[in-house]
C-alpha cells in the first residue's frame, strides 16, 4: 500500500464523521421539536463510530507501511475508548434531563451508538498486533501462537467486551420495551438494533484475535459471518415486523431505522467474510468484498432519499430520513476498513 492511497482510506472515516457531525448539527438547529432534536443528536453521535473505524483504519495503515510505534500503539484505540465513554456519558446526560419523548428517545439511542463505538474501539485494540495475521497465515496451524502475540487472556478479555455490550444494549433494550410506552417502544426497539451490531462486532474482534495468535481452525471459518449474518437477518426481519404489524404513527421511525441496522450488519459482514475467505487459502475475488458496505450505503442514502419526500406530507418520516444519512456513512466507513484488510491480507 503506497502513501497516498493510506493517507486517502484514513481520511474517508474523519471526513464521513465530519459530515455525520455537520449534518446533526445542522438538523439539531432546525427547531426545539423532538423530530429535529432526536435526528440531530443520533447523527452527531454517530460520529464516535466514525472516529473509533478511524482508529482502525490507521492502527492497521501504520503497521502496512512500517510506521506503527508504540505512541500511536496507545493512543489510537486510547482515543477511541475515550470518545465512545464521552458519547455514552453524553446519552446518560440526555436522558437524565426529563421523561420527555425526544429525551428518552435519544439518550438511549446514543447510548447505543457509544456501545457500539467501544467494541469498534476494543477492534483497533485486537489490530495492534495485525501485522501477525498474514505472518501465521504462512505458518503450520499447530505451530502456535507466534512471538508478539497477547496472551490468551488477554485474547478473551477482548473478545469479551463487545459481548458485555451486546447485553447490556439488549438488556436494556427490553427493558425499555416492556415500559409499554410510545417514545421506550422507539428507543427500545433501535437499542435492541444498535446492540445486534455490538453482537455482530464481536465476530470481527473474535477472527481478529485467534489469527492473531493462529488459533483459527477451519471449524470455525465461517461460524463468526454466520453470527453476523443472524444478527442482520433479526434486525431487518424486526424493523419489517414493526413496520407491516400496525398503522401506529410512531412505528415508522424505529422500523425504518431497524433496517438500516440491519445494513450496518451486513457491511460488518464483509469484514468478518473476508477474514475467513483469505485465511490459508486463496481467494481471487478477494478484492470484490468492498462493494459490499458500498452497496449497504448507496441503499441507506437512497432510501433516505425517498423517506425525505415523504416527509413533505407525514412528519413522522422525518427521523428515519435523516438518520439513515447517518448510517450510510457508517457503512461506507467501513468500505474503507474492508479495503484495508483485503490489503493487509492478500498475498
Request: hydrophobic share 55%; charged share 10%.
Amino acid at each position: 500500500m503506497n502513501i497516498v492511497v493510506s493517507v486517502l482510506f484514513r481520511a474517508i472515516p474523519l471526513v464521513l464523521g465530519a459530515i455525520c457531525l455537520a449534518f446533526g448539527l445542522y438538523v439539531d438547529s432546525g427547531g426545539e421539536d423532538t423530530d429535529h432534536f432526536v435526528a440531530g443528536h443520533v447523527n452527531i453521535a454517530l460520529t464516535a463510530i466514525c472516529y473509533a473505524l478511524f482508529t482502525t483504519a490507521a492502527t492497521i495503515i501504520r503497521q502496512l507501511i512500517n510506521r506503527y510505534d508504540l505512541l500511536w500503539r496507545v493512543a489510537l484505540p486510547l482515543t477511541g475508548y475515550l470518545v465512545a465513554l464521552a458519547t455514552i456519558g453524553w446519552g446518560i446526560f440526555t436522558v437524565s434531563q426529563g421523561d420527555d419523548a425526544k429525551f428518552v428517545v435519544a439518550g438511549f439511542v446514543i447510548i447505543g451508538i457509544g456501545l457500539i463505538a467501544i467494541c469498534v474501539s476494543t477492534v483497533a485494540t485486537a489490530s495492534t498486533a495485525f501485522g501477525l495475521i498474514p505472518y501465521n497465515a504462512a505458518r503450520a496451524p499447530d505451530a502456535g501462537p507466534p512471538e508478539g502475540a497477547y496472551l490468551e487472556r488477554v485474547g478473551m478479555t477482548l473478545i469479551a467486551v463487545p459481548m458485555v455490550c451486546a447485553v447490556v444494549g439488549f438488556a436494556v433494550a427490553f427493558g425499555l420495551l416492556f415500559r409499554g410506552e410510545s417514545s421506550t417502544y422507539v428507543a427500545g426497539h433501535v437499542l435492541f438494533g444498535l446492540s445486534a451490531i455490538c453482537a455482530s462486532l464481536i465476530a470481527l474482534v473474535a477472527s481478529i484475535v485467534r489469527q492473531v495468535r493462529n488459533v483459527f481452525r477451519d471449524t470455525e471459518r465461517y461460524r463468526w459471518s454466520q453470527l453476523v449474518v443472524i444478527m442482520g437477518t433479526i434486525s431487518f426481519a424486526l424493523g419489517l415486523y414493526v413496520l407491516l404489524g400496525s398503522d401506529l404513527p410512531y412505528r415508522m421511525a424505529p422500523g425504518y431505522i431497524l433496517i438500516g441496522l440491519a445494513l450496518v450488519c451486513f457491511s460488518i459482514l464483509s469484514k468478518a467474510l473476508l477474514l475467513a475467505l483469505v485465511w490459508r487459502r486463496s481467494f481471487p475475488l478477494a478484492n470484490r468484498i468492498p462493494i459490499l458496505p458500498v452497496t449497504t450505503a448507496l441503499i441507506c442514502l437512497f432510501f433516505s432519499a425517498f423517506l425525505s419526500e415523504a416527509a413533505v406530507t407525514d412528519p413522522q418520516f422525518f427521523i428515519p430520513a435523516r438518520v439513515m444519512v447517518g448510517l450510510g456513512a457508517v457503512c461506507f466507513t467501513l468500505f474503507s476498513i474492508v479495503s484495508i484488510l483485503e490489503a493487509g491480507t492478500s498475498t
